[in-house]
């Protein structure tokens, strides 16, 4: 399923109807730049081993172009123009002054050393450093990188340009210029978002069950939020198994965090093995977790997990969309239909980039805020975005996650032709 087909659905839909300018959907089409690279690394045992990277700038109409590298084995070329398009929505969605753009390099890190690791993050910049910078492109984080990779890569700019440049990276750790809060933005700035559909449909916290798919940084996070918020977490999983409450009662997010870094997957027990005899829980597969019971489904995994195929067997009220385009097009139609509401990932995620957007700010004017100074600024972005994409949802009668597209669509094509086509 190309992920970049998806995101042009969205666009088509979005601008079907703004009736937007046949120009301004021409330049929204395609990508900017794209760029590409092989990066030759020196390998520990002597050997030279030489990886694919991409970067592709989608648009700059309203700033930079901003968004994160990830190292992942399955990075291809449809997947980055996607998720470079996705941000140049999320950006316009919470109404932060950047752009969209990603890049990635087809890697499995896992199985790289520390030293090979650092020697491929320093030739990811010297391979792009041309067309990146704090005034131009501001990468960051995403899947199977890290705030060290992000030093890594903001050191190799710095000394490359001969001075001191930590705005060209965000995500970094808080001593080389990094940001309170980022470790735990996209996480919160999400719970923002559904704290306000939960009163807009009158759900009560402690009697609302949650199941959260994917146990990364976004998903362990947001787990931990919502089980102090009162949320009853039933189910959780990770790339290697799926857990259930059989009795209803939640999770302690706490226990399955302490577990989790012990054995290495989501468990509630110290059972040696996956198939335990324990009598509260169950294991199953991602996808059976999908299909259980519950209020509210948290998607925190990776692309394309809710799709025409299982999207009618869902029975969840509300998802949350913390992964890039966890959903697909034909999907939203079936959920739309059943009642589902969608918090989409361009609304539901966009904390992350909008403490990046933060965090930028910060580099640049070398004066630094507190946590609270960071979510108080956050919480506001973040509710008043989610007011301007339900009220345009009740206006067209579309789902969340057409009305974000609308609202963004329109903020980007109004900075195009301001700018001039």
């Known amino acids: 399923m190309n992920p970049f087909q998806n995101a042009q659905k969205q666009l088509k839909t979005a601008a079907t109807i703004l009736n937007l300018d046949s120009d301004v959907l021409e330049i929204l089409k395609k990508p900017k730049r794209i760029l590409q690279a092989s990066i030759p690394v020196k390998m520990d045992d002597g050997s030279l081993k030489v990886f694919e990277g991409y970067r592709v700038q989608y648009n700059d109409a309203r700033g930079p172009f901003k968004g994160g590298i990830r190292f992942h084995p399955q990075v291809n070329l449809a997947e980055v123009k996607a998720l470079a398009f996705w941000m140049a929505v999320k950006c316009a969605t919470v109404g932060i002054p950047m752009g969209g753009g ?78 309170l809060g980022r470790d735990t933005a996209t996480a919160q700035g999400g719970f923002y978002v559904l704290d306000e559909l939960v009163k807009k449909l009158k759900l009560n916290p402690k009697n609302t069950k949650v199941i959260i798919q994917g146990f990364g940084n976004a998903g362990s996070n947001m787990a931990d939020i919502m089980f102090h918020a009162g949320y009853k977490i039933i189910g959780y999983s990770d790339s290697k198994t799926a857990i259930l409450d059989i009795k209803g009662k939640g999770f302690d997010s706490h226990t399955i965090e302490k577990i989790k870094k012990k054995k290495g997957y989501v468990d ?24 259980q019971k519950c209020d509210i489904l948290v998607l925190a995994a990776l692309e394309n997990v809710v799709t025409q195929n299982n999207a009618g067997k869902l029975k969840t009220k509300i998802i949350v969309e913390l992964a890039n385009g966890p959903t697909t097009p034909e999907a939203d139609v079936k959920l739309y239909k059943k009642g589902i509401h969608v918090l989409p990932d361009v609304l539901a995620n966009a904390g992350g980039v909008t403490v990046s957007y933060f965090e930028w700010v910060q ?59």
């Open 102 to 179: 990603k890049g990635g390099v087809i890697v499995k890190p896992q199985v790289l050393s520390t030293g090979e690791l650092e020697r491929l993050s320093r030739g990811y910049i010297n391979a792009f450093v041309n067309f990146i910078g704090p005034k131009v492109d501001i990468p960051a984080p995403d899947v199977y990188t890290t705030p060290q990779i992000m030093a890594w890569m903001m050191d190799e700019y710095s000394k490359i340009k001969g001075k001191n440049t930590p705005g060209v990276i965000t995500g970094k750790p808080l001593n080389v210029g990094g940001s």
């Open 268 to 291: 509630i027990c110290d059972c040696h093995k996956i198939k335990c005899s324990c009598k509260d829980h169950k294991h199953m597969t991602n996808e059976q977790l999908l299909q």
């Open 363 to 421: 580099n640049l004017q070398n004066n630094y805020w507190t946590k609270k100074e960071v979510f108080t600024k956050l919480q506001k972005i973040m509710i008043e975005s989610f007011n301007s994409v339900w009220e345009l949802s009740q206006k067209h009668k579309v789902d969340l996650r057409t009305a974000s597209f609308l609202l963004a669509v329109d903020r980007i094509a109004d900075a195009i032709k301001q700018r001039g086509i």
